[in-house]
C-alpha cells in the first residue's frame, strides 16, 4: 500500500512557464511534507518544506500548496528554468519523533528550451 | 565541507557475499539513515539511527543490519547478499533542531 503517490511520471514545460508537480497521500498521520530534487548520479537535494498547519509555504520561484482535506499536495515552480531539469520526490512524515520519511515514485521535469 | 559522504560508490556482489557500506558525515547531526532506491520506486527506509549507539528499524529492514557506534559514521551490512538486494543506497543526516534530512551521493549495488 502506497501511501505517498505521485502519478504523473513525467512532466514536460517550456522554458518560462510554470511548472506544477502533484502529490497525494493516504495517511492522515503525516503532518509535515517535502519536496526533493534529484539530479542523476546525485543524491537527493532538499527543496521546501510544509507543516500541516500551513496551506502554502513560498521559496523564491518555489510554492507548495497544502490541501488537507483532499490530502494533496502540489508544487509550483514560476517561472520554469533549464535547470530545473530534474526528478522531484515528494516525502511526508510525522514533524515530531524520528521524521521517518515515506517517498512518492518521483516526477522527471524536463524544461524544454 | 564535505556533508554525507558514501563509500564506496559502486559494488558488484555474487550473491552469498557480504559487504559493508559506509556513511560518514561531518555535520555533527544526531539522526542518520539507510534508504534504498529501485527503478520506479521512491526511497525507501532501511534503518535508522537517532543517536550514537542507537538503532532502529525502517519499512524494509529484512536482510540488513546496522551499526552506529560512532557519531559521525552509520554502517549499513549486507550479511548473504541477495539479488533482491540489487539497488540504489543512499544515506542521509538530519540535526535533531531542524527536520531536512541531507543526502549523499548513493551507492549503486548490484547482486549477481
Known amino acids: 500500500d502506497q501511501q505517498v503517490k505521485q502519478n504523473s511520471p513525467s512532466l514536460s514545460v517550456q522554458e518560462g512557464r510554470i511548472s506544477i508537480l502533484n502529490c497525494d497521500y493516504t495517511n492522515s498521520m503525516f503532518d509535515y511534507f517535502l519536496w526533493y530534487k534529484k539530479y542523476p548520479a546525485e543524491g537527493p537535494t532538499f527543496l521546501i518544506s510544509i507543516s500541516s498547519i500551513k496551506d502554502k509555504n513560498e521559496d523564491g520561484r518555489f510554492t507548495v500548496f497544502l490541501n488537507k482535506s483532499a490530502k494533496h499536495l502540489s508544487l509550483h515552480i514560476v517561472p520554469s528554468q533549464p535547470g530545473d531539469s530534474a526528478v522531484y520526490f515528494c516525502?511526508?512524515?510525522?514533524?515530531?519523533?524520528?521524521?521517518?520519511?515515506?517517498f512518492g515514485q518521483g516526477t522527471r521535469l524536463t524544461i524544454n528550451p | 565541507n564535505a556533508g554525507v559522504t558514501q563509500t564506496p560508490k559502486f559494488r558488484v556482489l555474487k550473491t552469498g557475499q557480504s559487504m559493508t557500506l559506509l556513511c560518514a558525515q561531518d555535520m555533527n547531526h544526531e539522526y542518520m539513515y539507510w534508504y534504498r532506491q529501485d527503478p520506479g520506486m521512491g526511497l525507501r527506509l532501511i534503518h535508522y539511527?537517532?543517536?550514537?549507539?542507537?538503532?532502529a528499524k525502517g519499512e524494509v529492514p529484512d536482510g540488513y543490519n546496522v551499526s552506529r557506534l560512532k557519531k559521525q559514521n552509520f554502517l549499513l551490512g549486507l550479511e548473504s547478499a541477495a539479488p533482491s538486494q540489487t539497488s540504489v543506497y543512499f544515506c542521509a543526516s538530519r540535526p535533531s533542531a531542524k527536520n531536512i534530512q541531507y543526502f549523499g551521493a548513493g551507492t549503486r549495488l548490484s547482486v549477481l
Open positions: 516525502a511526508a512524515s510525522l514533524i515530531q519523533g524520528a521524521q521517518k520519511l515515506v
Open positions: 539511527s537517532v543517536g550514537e549507539g542507537t538503532t
